[in-house]
């Protein structure tokens, strides 16, 4: 397989879109409104082996950063997931203590400083679960108990994509026989939901998960003891990959709409409680991979443009008015894929996570940080 072959493969062992393809770039106009808010700082890197991409990232706070992906993708023998650890002044990798090795790492959730999960694939054939803290993680074997003792819940061919975690409860979101799947637990007490429309889920926050059917966007919310579909707009082609929970009675979710190679516009859902509803954006052909909040209404979605492929894309949005924000070009990168993106409290600042591609077709992890512009000084 060819670095160009590989690249587009890229799309499905990352499972953040559907149907990425090669796109000639095409014109472009952002908002009328400039961006006076927020500038870019810095572009870095965790330093991952490689063709190493960043697929996730969680901030419990401004020293304590978690972030998730794959290193040497394209190695079937040494490709291996990878957990990083910034603890205010320097990324350092977190050991994983198993034998059979984690592939690649999807997602991430925290229910304490001490309490961290994430979740992807096993070398095995199985998904996998770890669960830890900066001393190191641990996999996790979800069972369920049976007249004849424990068994395990998950069986090779279960995906998991995404997942949230809280006191005493974890919830991982996937597919099994292209159908949602939910695995709800903790401990030795696990249990797994099959959700009764076709598709997959690829995002969990309190109490949503989102994903698509194979056609249209999926939100299922937990409500009366099980899992269950909820009313949205219809939109053909639409598929949904995260999703910011801020209460019963505010969220977003973020995908896309793809009608065709190469003809893919972004898609972001509000949820107030009542309905799902269709956010208005700016004209763009953007990919949406990853959605951020303040929890105070402010959100941020990090993603990809084909038509200014080689800059950082992030859209910013607020009380319904959208804004798309772009970091500089660096020299050498071809392109730029923000995967994931999270909210730095008590700093104003997100970092979101991917990787960058060379011109040589080589995959570099990346992470972009963006604050608030300070403020100028008056003589």
């Known amino acids: 397989m060819t670095r160009r072959s590989r690249r587009r493969a890229l799309s499905l062992i990352l499972a953040t879109s559907v149907a990425l393809s090669q796109v000639t770039p095409a014109a472009h106009a952002d908002p009328s409104r400039p961006a006076t808010i927020e500038a870019w700082q810095q572009s ?40 990083r650890h910034w603890n205010g002044t320097a990324w350092a990798e977190v050991s994983i203590r198993d034998a059979t090795a984690a592939g690649n790492l999807r997602g991430l959730a925290a229910a304490a400083p001490s309490d961290v999960w994430a979740v992807g694939d096993g070398h095995d054939g199985l998904p996998y679960l770890a669960h830890g803290d900066v001393t190191g993680f641990d996999r996790v074997w979800p069972q369920e108990r049976v007249a004849e003792g424990m068994r395990q819940v998950l069986r090779a061919g279960d995906w998991l994509g ?22 709800t637990g903790q401990g030795n007490t696990w249990t797994v939901q099959e959700i009764k429309e076709k598709g997959s889920l690829y995002a969990v926050a309190g109490g949503f998960a989102v994903g698509d059917t194979g056609t249209e966007p999926l939100v299922v ?29 505010r969220a977003v979710a ?12 972004p898609l972001v ?12 954006l700016p004209d763009s052909e953007a990919r949406l991979y990853g959605v951020t909040g303040d929890g105070k209404g402010r959100y941020w ?19 319904g008015d959208c804004e798309i924000i772009r970091g500089d070009a660096k020299k ?34 990346v992470v972009e940080s963006f604050a608030p512009k300070p403020a100028e000084s008056k003589s």
């Open 254 to 265: 973020v995908g896309g709409v793809y009608r065709g190679p190469g003809d893919i516009s």
């Open 301 to 319: 979605m990090a993603g990809y443009d084909p038509a200014r492929a080689a800059e950082p894309f992030v859209m910013r949005c607020e009380k």
């Open 44 to 83: 870095t890197s965790v330093r991952l082996a490689a063709d190493g991409s960043l697929s996730d990232v969680l901030a419990i706070s401004s020293s304590d950063v978690w972030a998730v992906g794959q290193q040497a993708i394209w190695d079937v023998w040494k490709n291996r997931g990878t957990i």
């Open 221 to 249: 919310h937990y409500s009366g003891g099980s899992w269950k579909s909820m009313p949205l707009p219809s939109i053909p082609g639409g598929y949904l990959r995260d999703i910011q929970t801020d209460s019963s009675k």
């Open 269 to 280: 859902l509000t949820w107030n409680g009542k309905r799902w509803k269709r956010q208005a």
């Open 162 to 183: 995404g997942i949230d975690a809280k006191p005493g409860k974890v919830v991982a979101v996937g597919s099994r026989d292209r159908q949602g799947l939910v695995l």
């Open 332 to 365: 050498g990168r071809s392109s730029v894929r923000l995967q994931s993106v999270a909210y730095l409290a008590g700093k104003s600042t997100i970092w979101a996570v991917g990787h960058a591609v060379d011109t040589a077709d080589r995959y570099t992890d």
